[in-house]
């Protein structure tokens, strides 16, 4: 009887006590990819990972609004007036070229 390394392959899901998440096994394949980690695998199971954001969202939209964050979005607020900037100072720009004496000013040398 055989049978596939990764099917059968078990990888802890870290949970999360902060949310009620417990942590416990889970086969590998139910852990999304992710780059930045040394196996190439998230440290919570997609359907947890999927509750933690969703809770880590409503405790930030809670928070916002204990902090009376809502009330500032209801009302619009009137933008301070802002001075004109002060203008930088330049060198004047430089002529072209350079003017050429005309060719009768020199006198003949004849």
Not at 16 to 31: C, L, T, V
Not at 36 to 42: A, F, T
Request: proline share 9%; aromatic share 4%.
């Amino acid at each position: 009887m055989t049978t596939d390394a990764t099917t059968t392959a078990l990888r802890r899901c870290i949970g999360s006590a902060k949310f009620g998440i417990e942590a416990h096994e889970a086969p590998a394949d139910e852990f999304p990819a992710q780059p930045s980690q040394r196996d190439g695998l998230g440290r919570m199971c997609k359907p947890h990972w999927n509750q933690y954001t969703s809770a880590l969202r409503k405790a930030a939209l809670a928070r916002k609004a204990a902090e009376g964050g809502a009330a500032v979005v209801a009302a619009p607020i009137a933008p301070e007036p802002v001075e004109a900037p002060v203008p930088i100072r330049t060198r004047a720009k430089r002529g072209g070229k350079a003017a050429e004496p005309a060719a009768a000013s020199q006198g003949d040398a004849g």
